[in-house]
């Protein structure tokens, strides 16, 4: 949506909030609040909920219906070329995608996939007269097109991709073709039945030489629909959610594009026929070019966390309303969060949905500042996609398991489709799995916290370069930086009086999540060093310490940024009720993990005991503000859908 900080509707936007709700609303927003708030004000309202009962073709039409309907209010338009864009533009091209997950989901994923996808990978790959000639009819819906990168023999190991992307220097066309059925494109939104091209990914090979993966858009289907010659088309067929996109498959048999159609910033052929790259090593420029397209993890991951917002606004205002069983001494029925069992489902739930949100606006923060600056160094793009490959892995694991609590807190109406649960749980499923498989995305931001990889980089394949960092690594450090040094003091300040410190101390959360993280990755560095690195099955036993490592990383930068963006309120009831939410997170995380730290003499068993004991007390003082916590998450009541609220 193609609003900035300086528009009416932003400049409309109140500075000081009016409740509670308004002022958590404004702090969890933090940098991005006037734009946010402007996004959420512009958001369409009205039908923004598909009647879960449509039909698989009835829903793909409505979701392209309604994706238009979002378009001609702006959104999905600041989609642009990093080397043009402002920040404003590059943090609106974030933010739209969220303001779109308030409302149905296969909308979002539409969107992302035309808008980030195919508009991204023309926007990042391509050229300046390549953007003049398609970027604006992606955007604007006139070219409807698929990013066609997944086959079914290969997903997360894109270096492995079996399409060919052949030059024939005869007739200065690239031939494009599936040589196994294996290199079928599949999973492809837009392929089924709505997309016109595809920017497809493959091997590229020049005068017989091959040069790793490029992207070509290559044109599917003609103006009445039809696959184009060469081209086959399938459909995917009923899924498990996300029911309005229309996921298919694509098969090529020596289909002849235009030389001009290669996606060329990165790799191109020139008129004489000789491939050209501005960058020589043939790993580097996958890695670029891969990590040109981090937009999409981003989002995806943002799309998931506002899913779990919905989910926990539904189930905390149902749980307010709905009342069950009567108490002695009680004239009326007890209303279901005042039961402890019920807050401990939903508190600590919400208190990790604003830590996400923290979270996300610092990755938000770093995009921006990579990607709006050419001149960026190799690392801060490599620390940009470990914390992308992160949050999504945390986001999207955190949807799942929050919409299903949030489904069985709300008993048999929970389950009912008119009170959208079940279609949000059936929704975010698949958050977990595209955009990069969430193990494989633990694997990576492990293979990023280990230290002195850089001489790898780009050298070996993903397991590879976990394997090869390994071999660097004399000891892991916990990196922080800017304002990660009040996180540090803090530490620091806890260290020195350590036998005194409380479960409501900051410095105490900080100081354990840290020591979880060291002696997790020094272990694992360890462990790398000793196992035989040609043995498949010595370095497969390690992958679940690897997982693990990245959790634990992730878990450490939440609350840091957390902790940081408390900070950055001003003293009164707001920053209250976050540090008791900042502290109900931390002492969750321990909680959860509370036999890893009685193991390793972190905790002691009556510690232990009593923590636990710590949290029914902060679930029971923050019941009292749950209205206001919910209202925070920028959830407005009339979004929710859901038949069951209704007065």
Excluded at 4 to 9: S, Y
Excluded at 17 to 33: F, I, K
Excluded at 608 to 625: K, M, N, S, T, Y
Aim: net charge negative; charged share 25%.
């Amino acid at each position: 949506m193609t609003i900035t900080h300086d528009t009416e509707a932003a400049q409309a936007i109140p500075t000081h909030a009016e409740s509670l709700g308004e002022a958590l609303l404004e702090a969890l927003d933090g940098p991005y609040h006037a734009v946010r708030s402007a996004g959420r004000a512009a958001f369409p309202t009205e039908g923004m909920l598909r009647d879960p009962a449509m039909g698989m073709a009835e829903a793909r039409e409505w979701t392209l219906h309604r994706l238009g309907t979002l378009v001609e209010a702006g959104f999905g338009q600041s989609i642009v070329p990093s080397a043009t864009a402002t920040p404003e533009q590059l943090i609106q091209s974030l933010i739209d995608f969220e303001v779109v997950s308030y409302g149905d989901l296969s909308v979002a994923i539409k969107s992302g996939v035309q808008h980030g996808l195919f508009g991204g990978a023309i926007a990042s790959l391509g050229s300046p007269a390549q953007h003049d000639r398609f970027l604006a009819d992606a955007l604007s819906l006139r070219l409807l097109g698929c990013f066609a990168m997944t086959e079914v023999g290969h997903g997360s190991d894109v270096q492995s991709l079996e399409t060919t992307i052949t030059y024939d220097r005869l007739t200065a066309e690239f031939v494009i073709d599936s040589p196994t059925p294996a290199a079928t494109k599949t999973y492809l939104g837009n392929a089924a039945a709505h997309g016109r091209m595809a920017a497809v990914f493959g091997q590229l090979i020049v005068a017989g030489q091959r040069h790793g993966i490029h992207c070509i858009l290559v044109p599917i289907r003609d103006d009445e629909g039809r696959a184009l010659p060469g081209v086959t088309l399938g459909d995917n067929g009923h899924k498990g959610g996300l029911l309005g996109v229309d996921n298919g498959t694509i098969t090529f048999d020596q289909v002849r594009v235009a030389r001009d159609l290669l996606l060329d910033r990165f790799g191109r052929v020139n008129p004489e026929g000789s491939y050209e790259s501005p960058i020589d090593n043939a790993n580097r420029r996958f890695f670029t070019m891969l990590g040109a397209l981090v937009r999409g993890r981003i989002c995806i991951g943002a799309g998931a966390a506002i899913a779990s917002r919905r989910a926990l606004a539904i189930a905390v205002t149902y749980a307010e309303k709905r009342r069950q069983f009567r108490h002695p001494g009680r004239k009326t029925e007890i209303p279901l969060l005042d039961y402890q069992a019920h807050q401990r489902k939903l508190l600590p739930a919400i208190a990790k949905a604003y830590a996400l949100g923290f979270a996300q606006n610092d990755l938000i923060s770093a995009f921006v500042d990579v990607v709006g600056n050419p001149e960026h160094e190799p690392r801060a793009q490599r620390e940009l996609e470990s914390l992308a490959a992160g949050l999504k892995v945390l986001n999207t694991r955190f949807a799942n398991d929050t919409v299903q609590v949030c489904r069985e807190a709300c008993g048999g109406a929970g389950y009912m489709s008119e009170n959208q649960l079940t279609q949000l749980r059936a929704d975010t499923d698949v958050f977990a799995t595209f955009e990069g498989d969430n193990t494989v995305l633990s694997q990576l931001v492990t293979k990023g916290i280990l230290t002195n990889y850089r001489e790898v980089w780009g050298g070996l394949d993903g397991f590879g370069l976990v394997q090869a960092s390994a071999r660097l690594v004399t000891s892991a450090v916990i990196e922080r930086t800017g304002a990660g040094v009040l996180v540090e003091r803090l530490v620091a300040r806890t260290k020195r009086r350590a036998g005194e410190a409380t479960f409501f101390d900051r410095g105490w959360h900080a100081w354990m999540f840290e020591e979880r993280e060291r002696h997790v990755v020094d272990g694992l560095a360890r462990r790398f060093r000793a196992a035989d690195k040609d043995s498949f099955e010595a370095m497969n036993r390690l992958q679940g310490h690897v997982v693990f490592a990245a959790r634990v990383h992730m878990d450490r930068v939440v609350l840091d940024s957390f902790i940081e963006g408390i900070e950055a309120c001003p003293a009164s009831e707001v920053k209250d009720v976050l540090e008791r939410l900042c502290t109900l997170y931390a002492l969750i995380s321990l909680e959860q993990d509370s036999g890893w730290f009685q193991e390793h003499q972190r905790l002691s068993a009556s510690r232990a005991r009593a923590l636990r004991g710590q949290v029914d007390v902060l679930c029971l003082e923050l019941r009292g503000h749950a209205g206001d916590l919910v209202q925070g998450l920028g959830i407005k009541r009339e979004w929710l859908g859901a038949a069951m609220l209704d007065d």
